[in-house]
Structure formats: C-alpha cells, structure tokens
C-alpha cells in the first residue's frame, strides 16, 4: 500500500512527520524527528502488529483528518513522540482521504480478525 504523509505536533523546537502504510502482517509508521525541520534528524519504523490494537479510527476535518490509533498496551504510546496518554493521532491532509480511508478500512478488518482469532 502506498504510505500516508502525516504530521504529529511538534515537541519545543523540534517537527515531527512521517507515512504510515500497511503490509501483510503490520500496520508501518515511519517517522522522522528534526529540530525545526531540517536538523538532527532522528527517524525510525514501528511494525505494530494489527493485534497490539484496540481500535483504528478516522476523523474527519475540515482541512485536516486524524487517525486514531488505541493500543491494547504502552509500547506504541512510548514509541511514538509526543503527549500520547491513551491514543496515537496521526494528523492527515484532506487530499488523501481516500486513500486513508482505505488503509482504517483494512486495518480495522486486521484489527477485528485478530481479535477473533486470539
């Protein structure tokens, strides 16, 4: 599937953005942390197996949608930069909601599957 540019709130000086897209076994997040933008850039991948979730959502905006990610444990809370107390949301430009809503359609499918098969 093709990745998703998102956009996380920035943490001081620093931005933080990144794609999300799924493959056979894992929901991707690909992220890449830069203080303002361009320097010390810090980037890493997080595989989250569709059973390490409780819930995949879409939130529509006006300008922007949101994908809610709800973890069944803390790893993806930790993994993630930013204040994530209980949910990721992974902020997305409207002009790629159909595709986003394709990859929540298919990761909720993964999601509801596992859930009833473990």
Do not use: C, H
């Amino acid at each position: 599937m093709t990745p998703i540019p998102f956009m996380l709130p920035d943490i001081g000086l620093r931005e933080i953005a990144g794609s999300i897209y799924l493959t056979d076994r894992f929901i991707v997040i690909d992220i890449e942390n830069a203080l303002l933008g361009a320097f010390d850039k810090d980037r890493s991948t997080i595989e989250v197996e569709p059973g390490a979730l409780a819930e995949v959502r879409l939130e529509k905006g006006l300008f922007k949608d949101r994908i809610i990610l709800r973890p069944n444990g803390l790893e993806l809370l930790e993994a993630i930069p930013g204040d994530n107390t209980s949910e990721v949301a992974l902020v997305i430009w409207k002009i790629y909601r159909k595709r986003t809503q394709v990859l929540v359609e298919e990761a909720r499918r993964r999601v509801r599957s596992d859930a009833e098969s473990g």
